[in-house]
């Protein structure tokens, strides 16, 4: 059965950092691309950053020098470290992997909320 596993979201006031963790399990192809995309109420889903197997980084310019992605690929596990946090960084995190034989799949997301 193949789950992705998300965890670390939740509230924090503007200028704070968390850290998010997707742990992937059950899929029979290899993985090649783990990311992170968010979507804020009424606004559409968008990509927040993305890294491959080889560890080659993209990143959305809204979030670019404050937030981290990275993985373990002995864990199918991808991770997001968000720094600087601020308001328009409220959302749904949801995470996305990406296999061989055009696999794919989304996890069930996590809250993420900037507010003081």
């Known amino acids: 059965q193949v789950q992705l596993v998300e965890s670390g979201g939740g509230l924090v006031q503007p200028g704070g950092s968390l850290r998010l963790s997707c742990a992937a399990s059950g899929i029979m192809w290899s993985i090649n691309t783990m990311g992170w995309y968010r979507q804020a109420l009424g606004k559409q889903r968008e990509l927040v950053a993305v890294?491959?197997?080889?560890?080659?980084?993209n990143y959305a310019d809204s979030v670019k020098g404050r937030f981290t992605i990275s993985r373990d690929n002995a864990k199918n596990t991808v991770y997001l470290q968000m720094k600087s946090l601020k308001a328009d960084d409220t959302a749904v995190y949801y995470c996305?992997?990406?296999?061989?034989?055009?696999?794919?799949?989304w996890g069930q997301g996590t809250q993420v909320t900037v507010s003081s």
């Open positions: 996305h992997v990406g296999a061989e034989a055009g696999f794919q799949r």
């Open positions: 890294i491959s197997r080889r560890g080659t980084t």
